[in-house]
């Protein structure tokens, strides 16, 4: 009779912790509805970046960028710290980066929408030949492709492709002049749903430049490398 007694407590006990759980769990489900917040993970993925700085590439006002990036804080999803007159925000944990690569991943696999906008927009509008990261790795082992990296600078600084050459899409019809002839060149951004390499592969091309686009991101390099060392 204690014994079953005992079992109802642990049980009740167990129905409490598990609803208490499940209530934070969705929580962070919640603050992850908002598609622009979603983007603001993304782009805070790359580097951290101001509330000026997000409203101007998501196109929002900074009191709405705010407002985003204050239910990101109260999820304990962001971080930020003061530099001068300025809020910089960055990802509280790398765990959440990883967190937005697999979303992006399952959500390519498992929504139909996804995959016909990746296929009419990006494939079939831009008919990109484009280079997987164990043929990029075997390129540039042998010298035969420069890498460009496209993205604004401090996210170049933040972290890249190692190997990398820098000249961010606002600066790079100035720069064509400057890249070698005799290279394939291949460029990258954000990764498969960034638009800044299409424009910058475009652009070379124009000029004769044998260009190409990589899909992946600095992220996917990262996890194709542990997996390459590992394989090691």
């Given amino acids: 009779m204690q014994l079953n007694r005992w079992r109802r407590v642990s049980l009740l006990e167990e129905r409490h912790l598990k609803d208490m759980l499940y209530q934070e769990f969705a929580r962070i489900g919640k603050c992850l509805s908002s598609p622009k917040r979603l983007e603001i993970l993304d782009l805070l993925s790359q580097s951290p970046?101001?509330?000026?700085?997000?409203?101007?590439i998501t196109g929002m006002t900074v009191a709405n960028v705010s407002q985003h990036l204050q239910t990101l804080h109260n999820a304990r999803l962001v971080s930020f710290k003061k530099e001068g007159n300025f809020v910089i925000y960055e990802l509280a944990d790398s765990a959440v980066s990883d967190f937005m690569g697999n979303l992006h991943d399952l959500s390519e696999k498992q929504s139909v929408e996804v995959q016909q906008i990746k296929k009419e927009f990006l494939n079939e509008n831009f008919k990109m030949e484009g280079l997987s990261l164990p043929e990029l790795k075997n390129r540039m082992e042998n010298g035969e492709v420069l890498l460009l990296d496209v993205r604004p600078k401090e996210?170049?600084?933040?972290?890249?492709?190692?190997?990398?050459?820098?000249?961010?899409?606002?600066?790079?019809?100035?720069?064509?002049?400057?890249?070698?002839?005799?290279?394939?060149?291949?460029?990258?951004?954000?990764?498969?749903?960034?638009?800044?390499?299409?424009?910058?592969?475009?652009?070379m091309r124009e000029k004769g430049i044998h260009a190409y686009r990589l899909e992946k991101s600095v992220q996917d390099w990262d996890q194709f490398a542990k997996q390459e060392s590992n394989l090691g």
């Fill in 49 to 56: 970046k101001s509330v000026e700085k997000l409203a101007k």
């Fill in 155 to 203: 996210e170049f600084e933040e972290a890249h492709i190692p190997g990398a050459v820098s000249i961010p899409i606002d600066e790079l019809e100035d720069k064509l002049a400057s890249l070698p002839a005799d290279f394939d060149v291949v460029a990258y951004c954000r990764g498969p749903y960034c638009l800044m390499s299409v424009e910058a592969v475009e652009l």
